[in-house]
């Protein structure tokens, strides 16, 4: 058999044990509440730096 190929019969019959006290809980350290930050940058400060930030991308 070449690569990427696979034998049928090994895919038949496969009782997989799962025990789902194993898993992640994704809502566990969920916080509800708000971020703020203060900067002296103004608007056109700011798009003139993210401007520059994708033209050295395209560069």
Same mark, same amino acid.
């Given at each position: 058999?070449? !690569?990427?190929?696979?034998?049928? $019969? ?5 009782? *997989?044990?799962?025990?789902? $006290?194993?898993? *992640?809980? *994704?809502?566990? +350290? ?6 703020? !930050? ?6 056109? +400060? =700011?798009?003139?730096? =993210? $401007? ?8």
């Amino acid at each position: 058999m070449g !690569f990427g190929s696979y034998d049928e $019969s090994e895919q038949q019959d496969q009782d *997989v044990e799962t025990d789902d $006290s194993d898993g *992640v809980a *994704v809502h566990e +350290n969920d916080h509800d509440g708000e971020m703020s !930050f203060e900067s002296d940058a103004d608007t056109d +400060n =700011l798009i003139d730096q =993210l $401007s520059e930030m994708k033209d050295d991308e395209d560069a």
